[in-house]
């Protein structure tokens, strides 16, 4: 295998691995027809309504359910629920993957639109390097300046890569009594929901910050039985509009054409 397939292939892999925490659950929780599931949260003695401030337009939460929370491992699920997405969207992510006392960062623009998801990988200079698209009917990846796409089945990763980052699919999959820690919390400045959760298979501690506000996972940690973080992915730069060119395939036509 030459160097240059041998990256493609390393940075593919990579690509599902992020497919799985920024995409899997976009499906399979149906966040984009607008309707959900509705819960009442417990009193907290104050008589006031839960309620969380509306600064952005382009935001879908349901704020009447969420200030002031009072979240406990026994109804976290039931809150974490509830959350909304924000139709359009874009970020950047950090994805830190330790181990052997060595570590490796990965930086990654990701964009949602239209019920697409796009992820542009990034070299050591900032330029996106591999891409990554997802819609409802396949998943596309090719390089920057290569006109060759390779294609596979949308929602094509395996059970076992998608088990190396945290996802909300996993966590709302869980039976209640398997969650260790439910609470609101201030996570730099900003309102989330956090939960944790013991991996049966690996024995590793599952740590998600969602926050209140976006509905977004803002923050995911994986941490080994020794204490050591073997994997975190943090989020930064939202923005609420996304450009169509962004969805531009390499033969010039959109995502959605």
Known sequence: MTEKKRRFAVFTAISLLFIALMFGFFWSMGLLDGDGPSITLPDDGSGNQPGVPQSDPHLTVQAEHYAPLVVTSDNVLSVVATLRRPHTYQYEAQVTMSAGGKSAVFRALCYNKNGYAKTEFLNDQGMPESHVLAGPEATLSWQ??????????????????????????????LPKEEICAGEAVTLDEESCIYATWIDPVTDEEQRYWISVASGLLVRAETVNKAGDTVLSMELSGLLYTVDDEVFRLPDGSLAWD
């Open 144 to 173: 920057a300046g290569d006109t060759r796409v390779f294609s596979g089945p949308a929602g094509g990763i395996s059970e076992d890569d998608s088990r190396r980052i945290p996802t909300y699919e996993d966590l709302l999959s």
